[in-house]
């Protein structure tokens, strides 16, 4: 069975302070990691991708197959970084469902 | 990117009726769409997947009775919530691969989500 924990539901950081937001994944294959992010009144939307490699809105998240880990950083918070964020995993192979993480809600202090 | 569309965005309806909620994929076809289910303040749990021409694969303890869903064709798919009763109040929100995009395995594009609302 596929799983995905976050264990923080809440996060509060100073803007300007880095951020990490941690995820963990149970998964019997290789698997693909996403983060999803919902900003206020907004639907949920693609922050990035662990197949991409790349870094979007200065987020960077890094693969750790060892600890099974997926964590979400960014060095210097910005006050509209605030907002909910997912961790989500998916197989690899033809169209496969996602399952997400209960969320962490990362809230920016001005 | 892709367009994914929900209507309505939101319904109040009485307990017992049944309540029909709307998927569009508008800007690609998608042979296959997720309906996913939020409780407040909660995660986003899987209910089933939704497959063009055929019967939906619903996940464990996902009622399929009550629960109908249909993907008629290759933009539209329906959720439709039979015999409503108040603990089926919840925000329910479809999403969808646009394959020539992203791959069958890439980004998901959600809808905005239909808030119903069982009285």
């Known amino acids: 069975a596929q799983r995905v924990t976050q264990p923080e539901k809440l996060l509060s950081v100073f803007k300007g302070a880095p951020v990490e937001l941690k995820c963990n994944y149970s998964y019997s294959g290789s698997p693909e990691l996403f983060w999803y992010v919902q900003y206020s009144r907004q639907r949920l939307q693609l922050l990035l991708r662990h197949i991409s490699r790349e870094s979007i809105k200065g987020f960077t998240a890094d693969l750790n197959k060892g600890e099974t880990s997926f964590h979400l950083k960014k060095p210097f918070a910005q006050e509209e970084d605030s907002a909910m964020y997912y961790c989500?995993?998916?197989?690899?192979?033809?169209?496969?469902?996602?399952?997400f993480g209960t969320g962490t809600r990362l809230t920016i202090i001005p | 990117g892709a367009v994914v569309s929900q209507h309505p965005s939101w319904v109040i309806c009485k307990s017992g009726t049944s309540v029909k909620i709307e998927c569009r994929s508008l800007d690609f076809q998608a042979t296959t769409m997720f309906w996913y289910r939020q409780f407040p303040k909660q995660s986003l749990m899987l209910m089933a997947t939704?497959?063009?021409?055929?019967?939906?694969?619903?996940e464990q303890g996902v009622e399929k009775d009550k629960f109908l869903i249909n993907h008629a064709s290759l933009t539209l798919s329906t959720l439709t919530v039979t015999s409503a009763h108040p603990e089926d109040s919840s925000f329910y929100i479809c999403?969808?691969?646009?394959?020539?995009?992203?791959?069958?395995?890439?980004?998901?594009?959600f809808g905005e989500g239909s808030r119903l609302t069982v009285l």
């Open positions: 999403s969808a691969r646009d394959p020539l995009l992203a791959g069958a395995t890439g980004e998901l594009f």
């Open positions: 989500a995993l998916s197989g690899r192979f033809g169209n496969e469902k996602l399952t």
């Open positions: 939704s497959n063009e021409g055929s019967k939906a694969t619903y």
